[in-house]
C-alpha cells in the first residue's frame, strides 16, 4: 500500500523567513505524482505545487519549490519570503493509480509577524 | 473557474438519522470523490466515482453510500449516522483528460457533527 508521512504536526516561521516543510512517502510504483496541497483556515483547499516522478528537476511556482529525492522518498517543500496570507494546514499527497490521492497528516504552518 | 460547491457547512445531526451530502461541480469532470478530514489523520478516501453511475470504495467506506446520477453531482449517504462520523467532509473533482495534470479541485467542506 501507498503511504505519506509528515512528520511535522506543526511548523512556525517568521514573516519574510524561509520554511521547509518535510514529506516522506512508500510506493512499489516507477511512474506518479506528488503534491503539495495549502488549506486555509475555514477556505477551500488549493494546489500549490505538483512534481511528476520522472522528472529530475525540481517543480518551483513561484515562492514555493519542492526537494524531490526519488531514492530517498522524499519530497519537501520549501516557502521562501514567507508571508502571513501563507499560513494554512499543507498536506503532500501522492497520486495512487488512476487518479486516487493519498494524503499525509498535515502541518500546520504559522507565519510570525 | 473550476467551481465545486457543497450543500453545508455545519450540520449537526442526531445518531441513527440518515444524511446526505451534496456535492456539485461546473467543469464538467468526470471524477469525483468524497474524504473524510480528521485532525492527525489528514484526508481519506470514502468513495469515488469515475463516471455516472459508477462508484468505487476508498480506504474507509464502511458505513457510508453513494450516488451519482447526474455528471455534475455526487452524494455521500450515512445510512445511520454515529457519532464516529463526526468530522470535515471534502468533495472534490478532476478530470480524466490531462493525463499529466491530475489535479483535484476541493470544495468548501462540510462540517458534520452527530450527537
Known amino acids: 500500500a501507498q503511504t505519506v508521512t509528515q512528520s511535522q504536526p506543526e511548523m512556525s516561521v517568521q514573516e519574510a523567513e524561509t520554511v521547509t516543510l518535510s514529506c516522506t512517502y512508500d510506493?512499489?510504483?516507477?511512474?506518479?505524482?506528488l503534491f503539495w496541497y495549502k488549506q486555509p483556515p475555514s477556505r477551500q483547499m488549493i494546489l500549490v505545487i505538483r512534481?511528476?516522478?520522472?522528472?529530475?528537476q525540481n517543480a518551483t511556482e513561484n515562492r514555493f519549490s519542492v526537494n524531490f529525492q526519488k531514492a530517498a522518498k522524499s519530497f519537501s517543500l520549501k516557502i521562501s519570503d514567507s508571508q502571513l496570507g501563507d499560513a494554512a494546514m499543507y498536506f503532500c499527497?501522492?497520486?495512487?493509480?488512476?487518479?486516487?490521492?493519498?494524503f499525509g497528516q498535515g502541518t500546520r504552518l504559522t507565519i510570525n509577524p | 473557474d473550476v467551481k465545486v460547491t457543497q450543500s453545508s457547512r455545519y450540520l449537526v445531526k442526531r445518531t441513527g438519522e440518515k444524511v446526505f451530502l451534496e456535492c456539485v461541480q461546473d467543469m464538467d469532470h468526470e471524477n469525483m470523490f468524497w474524504y473524510r478530514q480528521d485532525p492527525g489523520l489528514g484526508l481519506r478516501l470514502i468513495y469515488f466515482s469515475y463516471d455516472v453511475k459508477m462508484k468505487e470504495k476508498g480506504d474507509i467506506p464502511e458505513g457510508y453510500s453513494v450516488s451519482r446520477e447526474k455528471k455534475e453531482r455526487f452524494s455521500l449517504i450515512l445510512e445511520s449516522a454515529s457519532t464516529n462520523q463526526t468530522s470535515m467532509y471534502l468533495c472534490?473533482?478532476?478530470?480524466?483528460?490531462?493525463?499529466?495534470?491530475?489535479?483535484?479541485?476541493f470544495g468548501p467542506g462540510t462540517r458534520l457533527t452527530v450527537t
Open positions: 499527497a501522492l497520486i495512487q493509480g488512476a487518479q486516487k490521492l493519498v
Open positions: 472534490a473533482s478532476s478530470s480524466s483528460q490531462s493525463w499529466t495534470s491530475y489535479e483535484q479541485y
Open positions: 510506493t512499489s510504483e516507477s511512474d506518479y505524482y
Open positions: 512534481q511528476e516522478a520522472y522528472k529530475q
